[in-house]
């Protein structure tokens, strides 16, 4: 019944097409560690370079941060917080230019408070092991 329900959902989703997530991983050993607009400006710039036609791929893409965590680590009690880079005007830079970034950071910090969904878990031991494992052979 369920699965029928999810099924006939993605058939009629948005316009006929399915809706796009991106689910992304984050390691953490911390409880708590924020993140700035300039992490995700970086982050989306290094999308662009590495996928064809990321700007219209990703309209309207939900995204989802997984805080993995190691198992002898508290989960977070709170989201993480998501701060403004400060922006500095650079010389050289004329006004129109930082008020520019002024506004990308602006952005960014609606786009996380509206579109990111974040999530924790802990990994267990023997995935934590294997996963090192597989790093270390690269």
């Not at 329900?5 to 911390?30: D, E, F, N």
């Not at 989201?79 to 650079?90: I, Q």
């Amino acid at each position: 019944m369920l699965g029928e329900r999810v099924a006939g959902c993605a058939a009629r989703s948005c316009g006929g097409h399915q809706p796009k997530t991106i689910v992304l991983l984050q390691g953490s050993k911390a409880e708590s560690r924020h993140t700035e607009t300039g992490k995700l400006l970086k982050l989306k710039a290094m999308l662009r370079r590495e996928f064809r036609d990321w700007a219209d791929f990703s309209k309207n893409m939900r995204w989802e941060i997984v805080y993995v965590q190691h198992p002898y680590t508290r989960l977070f009690e709170r989201w993480k917080r998501y701060d403004r880079t400060e922006v500095l005007k650079k010389g050289g830079k004329t006004d129109d230019e930082y008020n520019e970034r002024q506004t990308a950071h602006g952005a960014e910090q609606v786009f996380w408070e509206t579109e990111v969904d974040q999530y924790a878990m802990k990994i267990v031991d023997d995935l934590l092991a294997a996963l090192i494992v597989c790093l270390n052979a690269r």
